[in-house]
Each structure stands twice: as structure tokens, then as C-alpha cells.
Nanobody, 125 residues
């Protein structure tokens, strides 16, 4: 059973930074593309970023380009999302997800089969 656990969420002021972590247990992340998604109250879940198995390819939603950076440390079995210059509209529950074995990156949530429980990010003064 693939298990993913997000951490690092919290309350931050506009312009601040947070780093989210997505730790895997029960399997190795090496062979999976990992995506970050978010869902704000009353809105559909949206793809934020994705990183390929090797980390050599990354995708970002236009709304976070230049502010968020995704990375992975396969030795630690963990994927990170560094979020800088946070805005109130970034407020949401953030989820990480694993795509199927050896599949390429995507920002479509229907392409991902294993999900974490989410971590709340609130950007407010």
C-alpha cells in the first residue's frame, strides 16, 4: 500500500514562505512522478506542480511559476514544495500524490492514484 504523508503547512503572512514535505512509506519514490495539488474552500482541486522520477523535469501551474519550487530527495524518500512570496489566494489544503509506476508528470488529478491526507496552508495577515 502506497502511503504519503504531507507536513509543513501552517499560517503565514502574505509574502512569507513555507516548505511542504511529502514523505513516502511502504514504497520507494524513485519510480514515481510526484505531484502537488491544492483545494481551496468551494473550489475544485487544482494541480500545482509535478516532478519526474529523476527530478530532471518539473511542471508548474501558471499561478505559482516563479514562486514555488518542487524538488525531491530520493535518498530520503521525500518530495518538497518550497513556497515563496505567498499570497492569500494560495490558501488551501495541499496534497501530494504519486502517479503510476514509471509514468511521466502531469497536473491532472485524475492521473494520480495514491494520495496523502493533506496539510493546511493559510496565508493571512
Amino acid at each position: 500500500q502506497l502511503q504519503l504523508v504531507e507536513s509543513g503547512g501552517g499560517l503565514v503572512q502574505p509574502g512569507g514562505s513555507l516548505r511542504l514535505s511529502c514523505a513516502a512509506s511502504g514504497f520507494t519514490l524513485d519510480y514515481y512522478a510526484i505531484g502537488w495539488f491544492r483545494q481551496a474552500p468551494g473550489k475544485e482541486r487544482e494541480g500545482v506542480s509535478c516532478i519526474s522520477m529523476s527530478g530532471g523535469s518539473t511542471n508548474y501551474a501558471d499561478s505559482v511559476k516563479g514562486r514555488f519550487t518542487i524538488s525531491r530527495d530520493n535518498a530520503k524518500n521525500t518530495v518538497y514544495l518550497q513556497m515563496n512570496s505567498l499570497k492569500p489566494e494560495d490558501t488551501a489544503i495541499y496534497y501530494c500524490a504519486a502517479r503510476g509506476l514509471f509514468r511521466i508528470c502531469s497536473l491532472r488529478d485524475e492521473d494520480f492514484g495514491s494520495w496523502g491526507q493533506g496539510t493546511q496552508v493559510t496565508v493571512s495577515s
